[in-house]
């Protein structure tokens, strides 16, 4: 069984710094997407950023990065700059991919509540 | 917008009783993905449907049941409500390889 790990429930830091949200994972597939998505108080996840575990080069979207770290099973997201709009939950998920094409469901971790003091 | 319906927005139930939530997926997505978000279980995969048919199975309990219709739209049934059953639950739909939410249906057993 795969399981994904966030070990900070909360985090805090302040407006315009750099933050790190740690997040490992475990699983024998070698064929496998990584995520971050943020659930905001509306409810909706939000897709984040997205790393494909074939892919080296670590994934960038804007002020979002990941660390990934495939022997290690660590995935982390740094988020630069840091904004008072950024003050919502973040999960980090896993998913399968099918060889024949298609997809498992997600699994997530239980979640980071990133705080960003003004 | 993620281009997922989900309806209704919320629902209130009394325990023993049985609801139907509903997700329309984004225009062109075969896949269909229903979670469950609860305090004490996090964010969890129910079941997967792709084109009509279930593909995967995750903690699904044996009182829900879920279907996906021709048109694709799926609808997730729960029976004999029970006080724990109260969640957040999400439809989400895959082109393959990324998943699109929709805003979720709030569901409170009393």
């Known amino acids: 069984a795969q399981t994904v790990t966030q070990s900070q429930p909360e985090m805090s830091v302040q407006e315009a710094e750099t933050v790190t949200l740690s997040c490992t994972y475990d699983?024998?597939?070698?064929?496998?997407?990584l995520f971050w998505y943020k659930q905001p108080p509306s409810r909706q996840m939000i897709l984040v950023i997205r790393?494909?575990?074939?892919?080296?080069q670590n994934a960038t979207e804007n002020r979002f990065s990941v660390n990934f770290q495939k022997a290690a099973k660590s995935f982390s997201l740094k988020i630069s700059d840091s904004q008072l709009g950024d003050t919502v939950m973040y999960f980090c998920?896993?998913?399968?991919?099918?060889?024949?094409?298609?997809?498992?469901?997600?699994?997530f971790g239980k979640g980071t509540h990133l705080i960003i003091q003004p | 917008d993620s281009g997922v319906t989900q309806t209704p927005k919320h629902l209130i139930t009394a325990t023993g009783q049985r609801v139907t939530l509903r997700c329309s997926p984004r225009?062109?997505?075969?896949?269909v993905y229903w979670y469950q978000q609860s305090l004490d279980q996090g964010l969890q995969f129910l079941i997967q449907?792709?084109?009509?048919?279930?593909?995967a199975k995750g903690n699904i309990l044996e009182r829900f049941s879920a279907q996906q219709f021709p048109d694709l739209h799926s609808e997730l049934n729960l029976s004999s409500l029970e006080l724990g059953d109260s969640a957040l639950y999400f439809c989400?739909?895959?082109?393959?390889?990324?998943?699109?939410f929709g805003q979720g249906t709030r569901l409170t057993v009393v």
């Open positions: 225009s062109g997505d075969l896949s």
């Open positions: 989400a739909s895959s082109p393959g390889g990324e998943a699109f």
């Open positions: 449907y792709y084109n009509g048919e279930e593909r």
């Open positions: 790393q494909e575990a074939y892919k080296q």
């Open positions: 998920a896993f998913m399968i991919m099918y060889s024949g094409g298609g997809a498992d469901g997600l699994t």
């Open positions: 699983t024998s597939e070698n064929n496998y997407y």
